[in-house]
């Protein structure tokens, strides 16, 4: 692979590192652990980052650009990175999806133990230490219960241009506001008849920093917390204290987080003085997320194209999800190659998906095992094969490498060679033949000469047709001695050699030839409607033939099937029924943009 390419946050690291910054913590248990507050040993780990998914839906190529970049910096300085639930939502949270983003992070090759524990953890768990923190913030003057309507929140917030109203609960004591706070969690207000709000300054330039909300009341069911709570934490809220709590020391998030840092460290210094959590605090860093042309990447909007039939589900191989990718074929080392390739920068552009086809490409070149597959067939028919053989029946048996020769590295052992038969008839491509050749066709066509690859050179002689004039088979004479591999093979010259599968042994098999989604690099730029640029040719199914050697894949196996592009056994349909099916991942060129 490439050798790590230093970005900024690798800079950032590094100059923590080497200052010590970190050095001083203490590691106490999980953060969920009633010993967590006592005094621990030494933090085992040099850094901690996490990746905080709320489990709202599935993961897409966005969450793993994070999940690689997160997990790859704790793996390469010693640290751990925590794979963290941001469940503060309760409507739209669900078990379901936690499930999804755990294998997604495992299957993509990372791990959240080690270093002082197993860090998978859900933000949920502190919502007592979260409360806790709220009400030392009302005690110490830093936070005020707003009963103000919605409207006039809003509109005493001001904006870029003016700043904003006082709220008239601004002054309350805060005796006041502890025992209104108090009512508000015993379920003693109505759903959105107040908020908490921290008391900063309503004329701050920042927005964020003018009296956000940090509690709201809802009176709904928490898949972890059941009824326990009316009030939950707001989520710029939350988040800080999730991070300080787990002894994060580098919070990477996307750029759109930028505005809220001013809050982020505001709260961290005010808790840290009222003692409730120990220093130094992690520190936030923001990065560009990830920009895919022809993907859309918004949950709401994939949820639109599940939700609509337009794909097969979350999993269908044309999703940008985590799942979808798995099952069209990638691997979680061309997706780990793709993050370490993109890098990571301060600014947001878009990387073109042929980036991330090169990627899987560049991964399966030496390890896909090569296969014959005719995927649009027509019968070739060997008219003297008796003559030859002496009888219709013959078969002769032919061998290939699994793979090419460049493709295995010094010393290592190559794999079994793929055996097929040759017999009186094969499957070939109809393509292949063509009854008045256009200029410079090199294949099939009456009196022309090719090798059948890894079999025998023929000589076409013609073709059947029926009624319509559509050819039902093309007829050859095979030319003896001429068997790949034996001393006659090269006695005379083929124009060209074309794949092919024997009708003796081949094997039937559904082949979904998946291509982009879309067919607008930004489907969803500008307000445009993002399903009137959905590609109507994106899947075509095609019954075809694949040699036989492709009998024993398994779910996930990736082939290379030879001139068509790279194929995977269907990790859901593959083998139901004993039916073969194989899905598309990526042509053999880049055919993006042409
Ligand atoms: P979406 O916008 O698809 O709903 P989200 O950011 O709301 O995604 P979260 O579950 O909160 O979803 O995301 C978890 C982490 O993944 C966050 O830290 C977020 O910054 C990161 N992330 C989400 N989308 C991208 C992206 N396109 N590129 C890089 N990181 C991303
Ligand atoms: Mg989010
Ligand atoms: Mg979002």
């Known amino acids: 692979g490439d050798a790590k390419a230093s970005n900024f946050l690798r800079q950032i690291i590094e100059a923590d590192l080497a200052k010590g910054t970190y050095a001083s913590r203490h590691w106490a248990g999980s953060p969920g652990d009633a010993a967590h507050q006592a005094a621990g040993q030494p933090d085992p780990a040099k850094i901690r980052t996490r990746f905080p998914p709320e489990p709202n839906g599935y993961l897409h190529v966005g969450h793993a650009k994070s999940i690689c970049l997160n997990f790859g910096l704790a793996r390469d300085y010693g640290g751990v990175c ?30 959240w133990e080690g270093q002082g524990g197993s860090h998978l953890y859900q933000a949920s768990d502190y919502f007592d230490f979260m409360y806790r923190a709220a009400e030392a913030l009302v005690e110490r003057g830093h936070a005020y219960v707003d009963e103000q309507s919605a409207e006039d929140m809003r509109a005493n917030r001001g904006d870029f241009t003016t700043a904003g109203t006082n709220s008239p609960f601004r002054g309350r004591t805060p005796a006041e506001n502890l025992a209104r706070l108090r009512e508000m969690r015993d379920g003693q207000l109505p759903d959105g008849a107040a908020v908490l709000r921290a008391k900063i300054d309503m004329a701050s330039p920042n927005i964020n920093l003018r009296d956000p909300a940090i509690y709201r009341i809802r009176r709904a069911t928490h898949h972890n917390t059941g009824d326990k709570w009316c009030i939950y934490p707001m989520y710029t809220y939350a988040h800080p204290i999730e991070d300080a709590l787990e002894q994060i020391t580098h919070s990477f998030c996307t750029l759109e987080f930028e505005d809220q840092r001013p809050f982020y460290d505001w709260l961290l210094e005010r808790l840290t003085e009222a003692g409730l959590l120990a220093s130094p605090p992690p520190r936030q860093y923001e990065f560009a997320r990830l920009n895919l042309t022809y993907v859309i990447t918004s949950k709401r909007k994939l949820a639109q194209l599940v939700n609509e039939k337009r794909v097969s589900g979350w999993d269908d191989p044309r999703m940008p999800t985590i799942v979808g990718l798995r099952r069209r074929g990638y691997t979680p080392e061309a997706i780990q190659l793709f993050a370490e390739r993109i890098g990571v920068t301060k600014s947001d552009s878009w990387i073109d998906y042929s980036v991330l086809e090169g990627c899987l490409r560049e991964d399966l070149e030496n390890k896909a095992h090569r296969a014959m597959a005719v995927l649009d067939p027509v019968k070739l028919v060997m008219v003297n094969w008796a003559e030859v053989f002496g009888s219709d029946a013959h078969t002769e048996d032919c061998t290939q490498p699994a793979l090419p020769h460049s493709a295995i590295a010094d010393g290592q052992t190559p794999p079994p060679e793929r055996r097929f038969k040759i017999g009186k008839e094969v499957w070939i491509e109809r393509e292949d033949f063509e009854e008045v050749p256009p200029k410079g066709y090199k294949r099939l066509f009456p009196g022309n000469v090719v090798r059948l690859k890894g079999g025998y050179v023929i000589e076409c002689t013609g073709c059947a047709k029926d009624a319509e004039g559509r050819v ?26 074309i794949t092919w599968v024997g009708v003796a042994d081949g094997i039937a098999a559904e082949v979904r030839l998946y291509d982009r989604l879309f067919s607008d690099p930004h489907p969803d730029a500008g307000g445009k409607d993002f399903l009137s640029a959905l590609n109507p040719d994106s899947l075509k199914v095609v019954q075809a033939w694949v040699e036989p050697s492709l009998a024993t894949a398994q779910p996930d196996d990736k082939f290379q099937f030879e001139r068509h592009g790279y194929f995977v056994a269907d990790r859901v349909d593959h083998g139901v029924g004993g039916q073969a099916v194989f899905n598309r991942v990526t042509g053999l060129k880049d055919s993006w943009g042409k």
């Open 82 to 111: 925590h794979l963290r639930f941001d469940d503060t939502n309760p409507e739209k949270e669900d078990t379901e999806y936690v499930d999804s983003i755990i294998d997604a992070v495992k299957w993509l090759g990372f791990s």
């Open 472 to 497: 039902t088979e093309v007829h050859a004479k095979v030319i003896p001695g001429t068997k790949s591999g034996t001393p006659g093979a090269d006695s005379v010259k083929a124009k060209a050699a």
